[in-house]
Nanobody, 123 residues
Framework: VQLQASGGGLVQAGGSLRLSCAAS????????MGWFRQAPGKEREFVAA????????YYADSVKGRFTISRDNAKNTLYLQMNSLKPEDTAVYYC?????????????????WGQGTLVTVSS
């Protein structure tokens, strides 16, 4: 599986962005997908995950109620809608995939990673 993330940019605090992650292959629905982020000088952290059919999602407490993860299996695409952005959301955002029916939330459990897209939130 190859992943290509896009949609990052510069936005003011309180604004919104939608990230996309295009995946190659014909079995996209067999993969649990996740979003992670890494701020300068910090470790990569979990943001959100969604199972293969899109019926189950899970969020980090820091983004719950502000971010929404979704997927379109017909288009092999993962999304992250980010609202009410804060300066502390500034980071490089990565999409990731692992072939499983489970919902996984740690970096080491994911097998495939996109190249990352930078989100900068100004105060």
């Amino acid at each position: 599986v190859q992943l290509q993330a896009s949609g990052g940019g510069l936005v003011q605090a309180g604004g919104s962005l939608r990230l996309s992650c295009a995946a190659s292959g014909r079995t996209f629905s067999a993969y649990c997908m996740g979003w992670f982020r890494q701020a300068p000088g910090k470790e990569r952290e979990f943001v959100a995950a969604i199972n293969g059919n899109g019926g189950t999602t899970y969020y980090a407490d820091s983004v719950k109620g502000r971010f929404t993860i979704s997927r379109d299996n017909a288009k092999n695409t993962l999304y992250l809608q980010m609202n009410s952005l804060k300066p502390e959301d500034t980071a490089v955002y990565y999409c990731a995939a692992v072939r499983t029916f489970a919902l996984l939330t740690t970096t080491w459990e994911y097998d495939y990673w996109g190249q990352g897209t930078l989100v900068t939130v100004s105060s």
